[in-house]
Protein backbone atom coordinates (compact mmCIF):
# COMPACT_ATOMS: atom_id res chain seq x y z
CA UNK A 1 0.00 0.00 0.00
CA UNK A 2 1.45 3.31 -0.90
CA UNK A 3 2.12 5.92 1.83
CA UNK A 4 -0.09 7.81 -0.03
CA UNK A 5 -3.25 6.33 0.63
CA UNK A 6 -2.33 5.08 3.96
CA UNK A 7 -4.40 6.24 6.83
CA UNK A 8 -1.98 6.72 9.16
CA UNK A 9 -0.02 9.26 7.40
CA UNK A 10 -0.24 12.77 6.14
CA UNK A 11 -2.08 15.85 7.96
CA UNK A 12 -5.88 15.18 8.48
CA UNK A 13 -5.70 12.65 5.31
CA UNK A 14 -8.78 9.92 6.99
CA UNK A 15 -12.04 11.00 7.89
CA UNK A 16 -10.86 10.12 11.67
CA UNK A 17 -7.91 13.27 11.53
CA UNK A 18 -10.61 15.57 9.77
CA UNK A 19 -12.92 15.25 12.88
CA UNK A 20 -9.43 15.64 15.10
CA UNK A 21 -8.81 18.49 13.14
CA UNK A 22 -12.61 19.87 13.16
CA UNK A 23 -12.73 19.65 17.28
CA UNK A 24 -9.41 21.27 17.54
CA UNK A 25 -10.49 23.95 15.36
CA UNK A 26 -13.71 24.67 17.02
CA UNK A 27 -12.06 24.23 20.46
CA UNK A 28 -9.54 26.99 19.97
CA UNK A 29 -12.41 29.10 18.16
CA UNK A 30 -14.27 28.41 21.89
CA UNK A 31 -10.99 29.86 23.67
CA UNK A 32 -10.59 32.65 21.94
CA UNK A 33 -14.28 33.80 21.99
CA UNK A 34 -14.42 33.27 25.61
CA UNK A 35 -12.21 36.59 25.74
CA UNK A 36 -14.14 38.57 23.52
CA UNK A 37 -16.58 41.41 24.61
CA UNK A 38 -19.95 40.76 22.97
CA UNK A 39 -19.16 36.66 22.07
CA UNK A 40 -19.01 36.59 25.70
CA UNK A 41 -21.02 38.47 28.07
CA UNK A 42 -20.56 40.32 31.46
CA UNK A 43 -17.23 40.09 30.68
CA UNK A 44 -15.83 42.16 33.03
CA UNK A 45 -16.82 39.52 35.45
CA UNK A 46 -14.46 36.87 34.44
CA UNK A 47 -12.56 35.57 36.72
CA UNK A 48 -9.37 33.11 36.72
CA UNK A 49 -11.37 30.32 38.18
CA UNK A 50 -14.35 29.58 40.11
CA UNK A 51 -18.11 29.63 40.62
CA UNK A 52 -18.06 33.14 40.95
CA UNK A 53 -17.16 33.90 37.12
CA UNK A 54 -19.95 36.13 35.82
CA UNK A 55 -18.50 35.68 32.16
CA UNK A 56 -21.18 33.77 29.71
CA UNK A 57 -20.02 32.66 26.51
CA UNK A 58 -22.62 33.55 23.73
CA UNK A 59 -24.57 34.36 27.26
CA UNK A 60 -25.27 30.80 27.72
CA UNK A 61 -21.88 28.85 28.83
CA UNK A 62 -20.13 30.27 31.77
CA UNK A 63 -16.36 30.61 31.29
CA UNK A 64 -13.63 31.58 33.32
CA UNK A 65 -10.01 31.95 32.04
CA UNK A 66 -9.17 28.42 32.96
CA UNK A 67 -12.17 27.52 31.11
CA UNK A 68 -10.81 29.60 28.57
CA UNK A 69 -7.42 28.37 28.68
CA UNK A 70 -8.24 24.25 29.18
CA UNK A 71 -10.44 25.07 25.30
CA UNK A 72 -7.47 26.80 23.83
CA UNK A 73 -5.23 23.81 25.16
CA UNK A 74 -7.80 21.13 23.16
CA UNK A 75 -7.43 23.36 19.98
CA UNK A 76 -3.94 22.88 20.13
CA UNK A 77 -3.65 19.24 20.81
CA UNK A 78 -6.95 18.90 18.27
CA UNK A 79 -4.85 20.52 15.64
CA UNK A 80 -1.18 18.32 16.62
CA UNK A 81 -3.46 15.24 16.63
CA UNK A 82 -4.83 15.74 13.26
CA UNK A 83 -1.49 14.68 11.59
CA UNK A 84 -1.63 11.30 12.59
CA UNK A 85 -4.13 8.76 12.89
CA UNK A 86 -3.43 7.08 16.34
CA UNK A 87 -3.23 10.12 18.01
CA UNK A 88 -6.62 11.38 16.44
CA UNK A 89 -8.47 8.41 17.69
CA UNK A 90 -6.74 8.85 21.06
CA UNK A 91 -7.46 12.44 21.13
CA UNK A 92 -11.31 11.90 20.79
CA UNK A 93 -11.53 8.98 22.86
CA UNK A 94 -9.43 10.23 26.04
CA UNK A 95 -10.55 13.75 25.35
CA UNK A 96 -14.26 12.88 25.27
CA UNK A 97 -13.18 10.65 28.48
CA UNK A 98 -12.31 13.88 30.29
CA UNK A 99 -15.16 15.41 29.12
CA UNK A 100 -17.66 12.13 30.75
CA UNK A 101 -15.77 12.93 34.01
CA UNK A 102 -16.30 16.77 33.66
CA UNK A 103 -19.92 16.12 32.80
CA UNK A 104 -20.84 14.04 35.90
CA UNK A 105 -19.17 16.46 37.97
CA UNK A 106 -21.15 19.21 36.76
CA UNK A 107 -24.06 16.93 38.04
CA UNK A 108 -22.67 15.85 40.55
CA UNK A 109 -20.97 19.24 42.76
CA UNK A 110 -23.58 22.00 43.30
CA UNK A 111 -23.23 25.12 41.03
CA UNK A 112 -22.43 27.46 43.36
CA UNK A 113 -19.94 25.19 45.58
CA UNK A 114 -16.47 25.73 46.35
CA UNK A 115 -15.04 22.81 44.70
CA UNK A 116 -17.10 24.44 41.28
CA UNK A 117 -13.36 25.12 39.89
CA UNK A 118 -14.22 25.80 36.44
CA UNK A 119 -17.00 27.07 36.80
CA UNK A 120 -19.77 25.26 35.41
CA UNK A 121 -23.49 25.48 34.90
CA UNK A 122 -26.44 23.79 33.47
CA UNK A 123 -25.73 24.77 29.57
CA UNK A 124 -21.83 23.64 30.39
CA UNK A 125 -22.95 20.00 31.44
CA UNK A 126 -25.15 19.29 28.93
CA UNK A 127 -22.45 20.66 25.83
CA UNK A 128 -19.84 18.47 27.99
CA UNK A 129 -21.94 15.51 27.94
CA UNK A 130 -22.43 15.64 23.83
CA UNK A 131 -19.32 16.37 23.23
CA UNK A 132 -18.00 13.15 25.18
CA UNK A 133 -20.75 11.09 23.09
CA UNK A 134 -19.55 12.83 20.17
CA UNK A 135 -15.55 12.62 20.49
CA UNK A 136 -15.75 8.94 22.16
CA UNK A 137 -18.11 7.60 18.91
CA UNK A 138 -16.41 9.02 16.34
CA UNK A 139 -12.97 7.83 18.00
CA UNK A 140 -14.26 4.29 18.37
CA UNK A 141 -16.19 4.65 15.00
CA UNK A 142 -13.88 6.31 12.38
CA UNK A 143 -11.06 4.42 14.42
CA UNK A 144 -12.63 0.99 14.05
CA UNK A 145 -13.53 1.46 10.18
CA UNK A 146 -9.97 2.59 9.30
CA UNK A 147 -8.24 0.16 10.61
CA UNK A 148 -10.63 -2.44 9.35
CA UNK A 149 -9.64 -1.18 5.52
CA UNK A 150 -6.11 -1.12 6.40
CA UNK A 151 -5.93 -4.74 6.80
Do not use: C
Request: aromatic share 12%; no cysteine.
Amino acid sequence: MSTTSHPTNGYARSPLQKVALLYGVVFLIVGVGGFIPGLTTDIEGLQFAGHGSGAMLLGIFQVSILHNVVHLLYGVVGLLAARAFGFSRQYLIWGGAVYALLWLYGLLVPHDHGANFVPLNTADNWLHFALAVTMIGFGVLLGRRAVAAAR
